[in-house]
């Protein structure tokens, strides 16, 4: 748990190469139980929140993205989003994101290994940018993020 941590106390970035070990670690194990302390942690979550705040998040940036989002975005009223897919051809743009402490998850890297660069599942690979909208956001972080995508109005 050094990495979840070093999030708090710390950064999230200084607490990277201990999730990095961790994760590792976690390759080729069985699925086992939730630890107690994962369960009574869990237990402390506002669940009801995170849904309200994943959506709201979601559809701030659907609202400024969709019209420039080269993936189109059907949501259903009851889905609960993880991240808002913003498919661009700006390839520095998730490094920009990523440079000014916008984590933007990396998905399917395995594909860019696996399949050639014409095919859509590589091309989807490269081109999809994971933008967070989870709890931990709000609308004053959406508007970061949107002025850092439209800086160069490359997207």
């Not at 201990?18 to 976690?26: A, C, G, I, T, V």
């Not at 609960?80 to 700006?90: G, N």
């Amino acid at each position: 748990m050094t990495h979840l941590l070093k999030r708090i106390d710390v950064s999230a970035e200084s607490g990277y190469s201990d999730f990095q070990r961790n994760d590792k670690s976690l390759e080729n194990q069985p699925i086992k139980f939730m630890s107690d302390l994962t369960e009574r942690l869990l237990l402390n979550v506002d669940f009801d929140f995170v849904k309200e705040q994943r959506k709201k998040n979601f559809h701030f940036l659907h609202d400024k993205l969709k019209e420039k989002n080269l993936l189109p975005i059907m949501i259903g009223k009851d889905s609960i989003p993880m991240i808002y897919p913003l498919r661009t051809k700006d390839q520095n743009l998730k490094e920009k994101l990523i440079n000014q402490k916008i984590y933007c998850a990396s998905y399917w890297p395995n594909v860019l290994n696996w399949a050639d660069s014409d095919k859509n599942s590589y091309q989807l690979s490269k081109e999809i940018i994971a933008l967070p909208i989870d709890q931990r956001y709000d609308e004053n972080d959406m508007e970061i993020i949107l002025r850092i995508i439209k800086q160069d109005n490359n997207v």
